[in-house]
């Protein structure tokens, strides 16, 4: 009965290669965000939706691209994957856009080889 | 610019020291969270708070405006309270700027 839920734990794949990490959470939330944690363990946001509407969008390759088919989904999409890519990402979401408190997914654990 | 400073960056503390977390930032915010990092990872929101001070259990957050500062206390330690903490104020336009963390650990 997971609030927040992104799939696949870990993730491990060649350079190169296209890859989604989902996540869902069932809170009823209207916003939800994308993190990234690289490996100096610092936390930054990527992306953030509110009611599928993409409301923030850092300075992040367009190799990335989220998809929110819902208010209750937030999925991303990695093209073309590159080493410096590998990191921990956080799909986490809030009542709205607000600056309410975050409820965070368990983190996606991405390895480029 | 939106800065954000942690200190300290590791704590070691015996098991039932009151700890105190602090977190200094450069402008005005909007409100400011703390976030707790298990060592396995997972991230829980502790708080979210605009002004004054929140207590829940052995955790307190106070917050500082004017001086541009919030800390963070936990009474009676306990070694389950090891994880990295980390601040995070909202600078007004909707994006956390997330500190460097503290590593805290309490040893038995």
């Known amino acids: 009965d997971t609030a927040v839920s992104q799939t696949p734990k870990y993730l491990v794949t060649q350079m190169g290669n296209d890859k989604s990490i989902k996540c869902e959470q069932n809170?009823?939330?209207?916003?939800m965000y994308w993190y990234k944690q690289d490996s100096k363990k610092f936390l930054k946001i990527m992306f953030s939706?509110?009611?599928?509407?993409?409301?923030i969008n850092e300075t992040v390759p367009n190799r990335f691209s989220p998809k929110s088919p819902d208010k209750a989904h937030l999925n991303l999409h990695i093209n073309s994957l590159e080493l410096g890519d590998s990191a921990v990402y956080f799909c986490?979401?809030?009542?709205?856009?607000?600056?309410?408190?975050?409820?965070f997914g368990s983190g996606t654990q991405l390895s480029v080889l | 610019k939106n800065e954000v400073e942690q200190s300290p960056q590791n704590l070691t503390a015996q098991e039932g020291e009151f700890i105190t977390i602090n977190c200094s930032y450069s402008?005005?915010?909007?409100?400011l969270h703390w976030l707790q990092q298990h060592p396995g990872g997972g991230i829980v929101s502790l708080f979210m708070?605009?002004?004054g001070k929140k207590k829940h259990g052995r955790l307190i957050a106070t917050i500082n405006i004017q001086e541009k500062h919030s800390s963070l206390h936990i009474t009676a330690s306990h070694p389950r309270d090891s994880a990295v903490y980390i601040c995070?104020?909202?600078?007004?336009?909707?994006?956390?700027?997330f500190g460097t963390g503290t590593r805290l650990t309490i040893i038995p």
């Open positions: 809170l009823g939330h209207d916003t």
């Open positions: 986490a979401s809030s009542q709205n856009r607000g600056g309410e408190k975050l409820f």
């Open positions: 995070a104020p909202n600078f007004g336009n909707e994006k956390l700027t």
């Open positions: 939706y509110n009611n599928k509407e993409l409301i």
């Open positions: 708070l605009s002004s």
């Open positions: 402008v005005g915010i909007s409100a």
